[in-house]
């Protein structure tokens, strides 16, 4: 990286990304042969029913700075999902962004899951969130 003399962060953003990108961050960490401990970290269920905000980024942002302390610790991090049901505003966004009225729609295909999934794992790239894949 160079320094330059117009503060743009976006662009700024973009180029410490790509530059994180080349360096698969997560595959060197993966690969460590020095971790010491193994830890469990179980991740909080989903609960975003729209873009993301600060409010949804917050519990978020902790779990990373968790997440790399222990990391730079040379603990090695394994990430599970949790889930839980988050009540009737979630799925209602979720009919909504689905079509479904009424409580009904026809099953969802192989190729939206995956679609819905793609989507979901680009948000939290994003937010630069570690450990994601």
Avoid at 14 to 33: F, V
Avoid at 69 to 84: C, E, Q, Y
């Amino acid at each position: 990286m160079k320094l330059v003399n117009e503060f743009n962060l976006k662009k700024i953003e973009e180029t410490t990304k790509e530059y994180l990108s080349k360096l698969d961050l997560q595959k060197l960490i993966n690969e460590s042969a020095d971790k010491r401990e193994k830890i469990m970290f179980i991740e909080g269920p989903p609960t975003l029913n729209g873009e993301p905000h600060a409010g949804h980024l917050r519990g978020r942002v902790f779990k990373d700075l968790w997440y790399r302390f222990n990391t730079l610790d040379s603990k090695n991090v394994i990430f599970n999902a949790g889930w839980d049901t988050q009540g009737l505003p979630v799925e209602l966004q979720a009919e909504k962004e689905l079509g479904i009225k009424n409580g009904r729609k026809e099953d969802r295909t192989e190729q939206e899951i995956k679609d819905l999934v793609a989507g979901c794992k680009k948000t939290i790239k994003n937010i630069g969130k570690s450990g994601c894949k």
